[in-house]
């Protein structure tokens, strides 16, 4: 069984930074993904990682402030934010998969089958 446990949410200004871990207990080569939802909102993906050559894909939301990584060795994967904006307020999901194993990846929630507890991250001034 894969366990996920994520840290690093808070609460920061407009224009700040927080970076996201997200620690699995098991180990897995399949994708690696950060996803969030907002109250009154779906879920929505934001970023993912492949599970062996590190390619990545962000959301258009997000692209050029947010910065996902994976430490193979340690099963964490980070998601640095900067630049965030009060949009980017919400819950936080870390996710994973044992099947879906490719040298790339895409943030669709049917695609990952273990998710962490989520971690708040509220953005205002």
């Known amino acids: 069984q894969v366990q996920l446990v994520e840290s690093g949410g808070g609460l920061v200004q407009p224009g700040g930074s927080l970076r996201l871990s997200c620690v699995a207990s098991g180990f897995t080569y399949g994708v690696i993904g950060w996803f969030r939802q907002a109250p009154g909102k779906e879920r929505e993906g934001v970023s993912c990682?492949?599970?062996?050559?590190?390619?990545?894909y962000y959301a258009d939301s997000v692209k050029g402030r947010f910065t996902i990584s994976r430490d193979n060795a340690k099963n964490t994967v980070a998601l640095q934010m900067n630049s965030l904006k009060p949009e980017d307020t919400a819950v936080y999901y870390c996710?994973?998969?044992?099947?879906?194993?490719?040298?790339?990846?895409?943030?669709?929630?049917?695609?990952?089958?273990?998710w962490g507890q989520g971690t708040q991250v509220t953005v205002s001034s």
């Open positions: 990682i492949s599970s062996t050559a590190g390619s990545t």
């Open positions: 996710a994973t998969s044992r099947r879906v194993i490719r040298n790339w990846c895409r943030i669709v929630s049917y695609e990952y089958e273990y």
